[in-house]
């Protein structure tokens, strides 16, 4: 049979991620991103429906040509392949519904001489909501004997994964900070701050820093290092803010929060449980906020794979207001600090009722500058 009459199938696996400038596919079981144009993603959703021969067969020599070399890349990079139209039946499309069997999928509980009273009942809590994770932070200075107990106090749980942000005390050393993890697997990261420990070899999972402990203000930075690649974070953002989702966090004072760094509490855990929290009327709100309602998030071909504040935004008043710590420009596809970057505020325009609007004009014009050609 001629490559013509044959069928093009992407793999689910790989997803079509379509951005103002240019688009990716995500290989979300390979955690990998390849850059497409915008134009591949128009044929490829016109080879979702018919045959190659239905699509090429209307085209001029020269574009048959292109919609080839498409097809050979997407083949050779293994994110496509060559199907009979019989045989399309065995490749049913998959559900990008999302669900977990949780009230809380993580937290943060800062570890304070209000919350450490209240530890063990702040754990039973969690673990009544199914929370699988959670991060817990010790601002002040902690004996390594003392973490230890903690940790023992943890394991008596069903938790899945605790990560660790201290800062550094005498009490560790070397030799027994590996074993935090080796022996206790419920724990899977660790980050020491203030720290003058600077291991000639690095240790898994295990980070040293100079500075001290960040506060919640450092929080809301976004970067492609933080960029998530999986299935599971791709369906999540669907309808997900991706930070927020399935969140609860207990501050220094003992107030229950979406997100440490806000100021609204929605109880204190000396008179409110955490299940009477999260079921507060606004709690869960934030929840649905998700990258395709958010200002320039939604032209974002990054925007399935980036988490996202509500707390740090431009426009404190718009709760769509894109994030106040983002350095990436969708519009002409370049991070702040990189040869050409202009801020998004120069490729459009901003007002209260309508969000940001982006001038399609000015943004071929300043791509043309940048790129030396049109960027459709």
Known sequence: MKIQNKHLYLFECCRLIQGFSR?????????????IPNDLVKILKKLNRKSIYEIVSKLSVENQKIVKEYIDFLIAKEFAVMLDREECVFFPKMSVDWDIPCLVSNAVITYSDVTKNGFLEILEQLD???CSSFVIVFPDVLRYSDLISIIKMIETFSFQEVKIMLNYHSSFNIENIPNLLLYHNVISTISIFNSNLFPEKDFEN???FENTLPDYNSCGNISSSMFILNLSFFTESQQHNTCLNRKLCIDAEGNIKNCPSMTRSFGNIKDTTLQEAIEK????DLWFIHKDKIDVCKDCEFRYMCTDCRCFIKDPQNIYSQPAKCGYNPYICKWAGQEGYVSVEECGSYSRETGFVPNATKIKELNRQIWGEDNE
């Open 23 to 35: 688009s990716l596919i995500l290989d979300t079981q390979r955690y990998n991103v390849e850059f």
């Open 128 to 130: 009544k909501l199914f």
């Open 206 to 208: 295990i980070d040293f």
């Open 281 to 284: 009327e606004g709690f869960k």
